[in-house]
């Protein structure tokens, strides 16, 4: 055999190699692009304190339960604190997930940190400015009925941004239902039932579908 024949074989070995190499490379980019969401945990997390932090307002502020004394906002600081510890301490394990660093699991992570950023801090300044306004005619505590309909709100915008992203179609369902929540949250505006209502929107906008990306999360590390 030729020296120029040993140079084409060579030749054709690493065009082979190298086409090779381009088609793991995309089946990967594929597998990343699909990749589910795992993130779901957190959802869950503040769904579900969310949800109970709202039922205990609401049987504070009708007297249902004999939990006479305890502040209205106790049970929404103690459920504040509880999320952001769990939620700091199951971010320390979320990277060792599979896809955990796909583009639709850092646009979900970033804008629901968003999301939970602006509701604390909407709320802590509810705390200092909500009786800034009783000589123009407005109840002190009034501004906090406003929670639930940016809450709702801003949770729609969330999961719109995340099923783009993560290319899960079925999220923007919940988008929905939570920009239903919110209109109806302004319907329920200084009723005791707005609470409520906050509790089962909680639940169904938060909590359940994190349940629901939970069971869909890969289990092991491939």
Known sequence: MSASDKDYLEGGRREAALASDLAYVRSLAEEGRDAPLV??????????????????????????????????????????????????????????????????????????????????????????????????????????????????????????????AARLNWLKGFALLSWGFAVAALFLMTSNYQFLLGAAGCFFCAALPGLILMRQEPKDII
Do not use: C, Q
């Open 39 to 164: 993130g779901g945990v957190f959802y869950f997390i503040w769904g579900g304190l969310m949800s109970a932090a709202s039922l205990f307002a609401f049987l504070i502020l009708t007297g249902v339960a004999p939990i006479g004394g305890v502040p209205v906002l106790a049970p929404w600081a103690v459920a504040g604190l509880i999320g952001w510890a769990a939620s700091m301490f199951m971010g320390m394990r979320l990277g060792a997930k599979p896809g955990a660093f796909t583009m639709g699991n850092r646009t979900a992570r970033a804008v629901w940190l968003a999301v939970g950023l602006f509701m604390t801090v909407f709320w802590l300044g509810l705390m200092i400015v909500h009786d800034d306004f009783t000589e123009f005619g407005v109840p002190s505590h009034f501004l906090f009925y406003l929670m639930f309909p940016v809450a709702f709100g801003v949770y729609g915008v969330a999961f719109y941004a995340t099923a783009t």
